[in-house]
């Protein structure tokens, strides 16, 4: 078994809770894909006034899902829709059908990937890497709006 080598924490903090904001940013999907909400989610954390603290980001909805991932380069969401397909491909013989032949992988899709994340907020800014992006992935094939939930806690 390999062990890696554990760094010191640094640029600790600490102090009370004195800012907390909440929103609702509604997102109109083109169809299955990736939509990157990371600047109206900065936009959303500078109105809120927190400088230090975290950002929650939740999808309302059960066929559709958030991620981080890269926002240099567009193959890789295309190679990650590729992989959603083949692990949750739409004419599978699914029981549940009652809304149409995607509906149920986009819930299992939606399973796989996430319906809420938390990014720190430091220096007022999403503590983000360097080629991190939010999105919201669309799961339907057909355009939907979806409403994610946003809140920001800190001083």
Not at 123 to 133: D, E, F
């Amino acid at each position: 078994m390999s062990r890696g080598r554990i760094g010191s924490i640094e640029g600790f903090s600490a102090g009370e809770v004195r800012r907390r904001a909440g929103a609702t940013l509604t997102v109109a999907t083109p169809g299955p894909g990736f939509t990157d909400v990371t600047d109206a989610v900065a936009g959303f954390l500078a109105r809120s006034g927190v400088t230090d603290g975290f950002v929650t980001v939740f999808c309302r909805h059960t066929s559709a899902s958030l991620t981080i991932q890269e926002n240099a380069d567009p193959d890789v969401r295309t190679d990650l829709m590729t992989a959603l397909d083949h692990l949750a491909p739409r004419h599978a013989g699914y029981v549940h059908g009652a809304e149409g032949p995607d509906d149920m992988p986009a819930h299992i899709r939606t399973l796989l990937t996430d319906a809420s994340l938390t990014i720190p907020v430091i220096g007022g800014r999403l503590a983000l890497g360097t080629w991190q992006g939010i999105y919201l992935i669309e799961h339907r094939d057909r355009p939907h709006r979806r409403e994610i939930a946003l809140a920001a806690v800190g001083a």
